[in-house]
């Protein structure tokens, strides 16, 4: 059995757009250990890595560790709310 917080080495998406259904990923393999909800919670690049997504042009993310996080705001109506693609 994989212990939770194990780095594993394959493609990663950072978030899944609920609305449209595109998301943040990367499509060469990569180091990255995934949260509860299956999306890549932390990364590990090596080297540059290309992070791709339907509606913007890809973006290369240098070599180093990173936690994803994922962007939140404040509605006046509903209070604190992750932002949706």
């Known amino acids: ?7 594993k080495l394959g493609k990663a998406t950072l978030a ?8 943040h ?12 909800d299956g999306l890549a919670c932390a990364l590990l690049l090596e080297r540059p890595e290309v992070l791709v997504h339907e509606e913007h042009d890809p973006v290369t993310i240098g ?3 990173f936690e994803v996080v994922l962007q939140r705001e404040y ?3 509903e209070g604190v709310r992750q932002v949706l693609d």
């Open 25 to 36: 990923r990367f499509e060469n393999a990569v180091k990255h250990r995934n949260g509860s």
């Open 75 to 77: 509605d006046v109506l």
């Open 63 to 65: 070599e180093g560790e």
């Open 1 to 7: 059995m994989k212990a939770r917080n194990e780095w």
């Open 16 to 23: 899944l757009g609920e609305v449209t259904g595109h998301s």
